[in-house]
């Protein structure tokens, strides 16, 4: 699981980087939050990589759940941690990724 981690987010933090300081698309912005088409594009792509090894698993991701919630392993994914340092052009932001087994 650890190597597949590892995997999702170097391609998350490629994504994030190649976009980082260009036009972002902002899907909600209220007075303490930011929404980031970035993030879902993040969380595709986290969610693609994790799915092709262990397709049974659940994610249990920021930007929505995939799989089922009676799965045995999931994963927390927050594919953008720091939108706000992001959207900000503030480089301190990064893809944060957890697994465990469902008798957590």
């Given at each position: 699981m650890l190597e597949t981690a590892i995997e999702a987010a170097a391609e998350a933090g490629k994504l994030l980087r190649k976009n980082f300081g260009?036009?972002?698309e902002v899907n909600l912005a209220t007075h303490y939050d930011i929404k980031l088409e970035i993030d879902e594009r993040a969380q595709k792509l986290i969610t693609r990589v994790i799915l092709a090894d262990?397709?049974?698993h659940c994610i249990l991701g920021e930007e929505g759940t995939t799989g089922s919630a009676d799965a045995d392993v999931r994963w927390v994914v927050d594919p953008?941690?720091?939108t706000v340092n992001y959207f900000y052009g503030i480089p301190h932001y990064?893809?944060?990724i957890a697994?465990?087994?469902a008798d957590w």
């Open positions: 260009g036009t972002l262990f397709p049974d953008l941690d720091g990064a893809v944060s697994g465990a087994t």
